[in-house]
């Protein structure tokens, strides 16, 4: 794994720890500083696709989708 993808993933993770509920990507999109190389909602959703094959991160298939650490 590259380190760019971890630091993004970590920035990522910080975001859903401090959520009280599950966050669709568009909103994690929002809350993650802009400078991480996080530039939509699709790049957030992959780099949480990859964390949830993992078993980090808990992928709630709704519409939007919504994610959160895994339990």
Do not use: C, K, N, Q
């Not at 990859?50 to 709704?62: N, T």
């Not at 939007?64 to 895994?70: C, Q, S, T, V, W």
Request: aromatic residues 8%; hydrophobic residues 40%; charged residues 40%.
């Amino acid at each position: 794994m590259r380190t760019g993808e971890f630091d993004r993933y970590e920035r990522i993770r910080g975001v859903l720890d401090a959520a009280d509920e599950p966050l669709t990507a568009r909103e994690i999109l929002a809350l993650v500083d802009e400078r991480d190389g996080l530039d939509s909602p699709h790049r957030v959703a992959t780099v949480l696709g990859r964390w949830a094959e993992r078993g980090e991160i808990e992928v709630i298939a709704d519409r939007p989708y919504r994610y959160a650490l895994d339990a």
